[in-house]
């Protein structure tokens, strides 16, 4: 059992414990001592204790209750006629105290007699059940449609308990009558279905729960929990079930997940990004969609070129601003050669396009904004952006009247003529003079940036700086992989020259 509660002896409270073996392996003792004021403090000290112990459910008869089950008369049901057959076959200890109500007899406790202390969240629970009683009935006649309604208006929360009440009959005989003074010392409650076993008032530990009764006596009495401790061939037999089930289960998360932990080819550096083209807002018309295109340079690649250019939905922008929620994202894996770092310590980075497109009544498209970006690949992490975008201005009335009218999509080649497209780096000029633009609106962008190299594995073997740029890393990486390369050509032709001789020596 695992214990949720602690016993305060100033005041009782219920001990909750959660049972994880069958509940009939229970069992509670009890231990009660009367002291009675009138008598001297020599004597109260030799007052004997009556201890007991109790099996769960178990039923203990009290004076009354033998008297009157003895007699085959007073049985009248099947219960009574089984105690009546209990009481004459068996011997009881008539010095004892105690007596029990399982919960197969239903005893329901008098709550002035035994009134437990109720709670703060109880009394509110208690204040809304009266205030939701708003109806009152204006007679005494039973109606059965109103107490269908009001059963399924009033939904309880069903719970299968168990009871089980501990008495204590401290009464006296007058005249040869005996005059019974039960006073209960402990009730238990068992849930079948949350396995949840309650003790009020809980276990003792080294303090006895005190009680005052008629005729002046006090009594002073203990509960302590007697339950036996598993054998320990059953605990390690028990052990070793769950060791075997902990093990079968990680067998198949290992069967789902895999132990092989992907790791990209040597000599090459892994950038995964994480994209999201949040909003965009300040354009000339509503019902816009973005299109992006990923430009890579020069020792880049990408397993799936597909994933390099995509598109939006399209959103209705509101408010003044024509604010428009995207939310598209997507994810690109790029791919670069570490050994190209030898010829250039800093390699040209990929750049991402955007055109921000509208479409509107008889598709007419027309070209919103255009804008572009570098992606951070040298720096992990997450990365925010605001890009303003512009659209090429039309030439004259005409210009202005077909894109009205008709639209003006696409008047470009290619997207990635606003940025620098590839093939200019070997011209020293790249003319964009005369070209009209026209300022538009704004696109939010996020960007996660994650890396991934056996390079790494290296820098942290050999303790390098963490505040070394990627590329310094990989470079000094690339060079001390390039130098083990040499050495191991250079010791593989020694021995093969080596062999050689030997050879040469031989057939001489």
């Not at 000290?45 to 089950?69: A, L, V």
């Not at 598993?230 to 990680?250: F, G, V």
């Not at 396009?353 to 804008?371: A, N, P, Q, V």
Request: aromatic share 12%.
């Amino acid at each position: 059992m695992y214990n949720y509660s602690s016993c305060n002896m100033e005041t009782k409270y219920t001990g909750y414990y959660r049972c994880s073996d069958n509940i009939s392996n229970f069992k509670i003792r009890l231990k009660l001592r009367v002291e009675d004021p009138d008598k001297s403090s020599n004597i109260k000290k030799q007052e004997e204790w009556h201890i007991q112990e109790f099996s769960w459910q178990e039923k203990q008869f009290s004076r009354i209750e033998r008297q009157f089950y003895a007699e085959i008369n007073n049985c009248v049901t099947d219960l009574e006629k089984i105690y009546h057959d209990k009481i004459n076959a068996e011997d009881f200890n008539e010095n004892s105290i105690f007596h029990t109500y399982p919960d197969i007899d239903g005893y329901i406790q008098d709550q002035d007699r035994f009134r437990k202390q109720i709670s703060h969240l109880e009394k509110l629970v208690e204040e809304v059940r009266l205030n939701d009683e708003t109806e009152t009935r204006t007679n005494n006649e039973y109606d059965y449609k109103e107490s269908v309604l009001s059963s399924l208006g009033n939904k309880i929360i069903y719970s299968n308990f168990e009871n089980m009440f501990i008495f204590a009959d401290l009464g006296d005989y007058i005249e040869d009558i005996w005059m019974e003074n039960q006073q209960l010392l402990c009730e238990l409650k068992f849930d079948k279905i949350s396995k949840v076993l309650s003790v009020y008032p809980d276990f003792t530990h080294s303090q006895s729960y005190h009680k005052k009764i008629q005729g002046g006596k006090n009594i002073h009495y203990y509960i302590e929990n007697c339950s036996p401790r598993i054998e320990e061939s059953e605990e390690i037999r028990e052990n070793e079930i769950a060791k075997t089930i902990h093990d079968c289960k990680l067998s198949l998360t290992r069967e789902i997940i895999s132990d092989k932990f992907f790791l990209p080819p040597k000599n090459k550096l892994n950038v995964y990004i994480f994209f999201e083209i949040l909003s965009g807002r300040g354009f000339e018309y509503s019902d816009v969609y973005v299109q992006y295109r990923v430009d890579l340079p020069s020792h880049w690649s990408c397993e799936d070129p597909n994933t390099l250019h995509g598109v939006t939905q399209t959103c209705i922008g509101y408010n003044q601003d024509g604010l428009s929620h995207f939310g598209h994202d997507f994810e690109i894996i790029l791919e670069y050669d570490i050994q190209n770092l030898q010829e250039k310590s800093i390699p040209e980075t990929p750049h991402i396009y955007f055109e921000i497109i509208s479409k509107s009544s008889w598709d007419r498209y027309r070209t919103e904004g255009l804008t572009y970006t570098s992606l951070p690949v040298s720096s992990p992490g997450c990365h925010n952006y605001t890009l303003s975008c512009f659209r090429f201005d039309t030439k004259g009335q005409s210009g202005r009247m077909r894109r009205f009218f008709i639209g003006d999509s696409y008047n470009y080649k290619d997207v990635r003529w606003i940025g620098l497209p590839s093939g200019t780096e070997q011209s020293n000029i790249f003319n964009k003079y005369g070209v009209n633009t026209i300022g538009t609106g704004q696109i939010d962008v996020r960007m996660n940036i994650l890396h991934q190299s056996q390079a790494f594995l290296h820098e942290f073997k050999e303790g390098d700086s963490k505040d070394a740029h990627i590329y310094e890393k990989l470079n000094a990486s690339s060079l001390i992989r390039s130098v083990n390369q040499v050495l191991k050509a250079f010791k593989k032709a020694r021995r093969h020259m080596i062999e050689v001789k030997k050879d040469v020596a031989s057939v001489k």
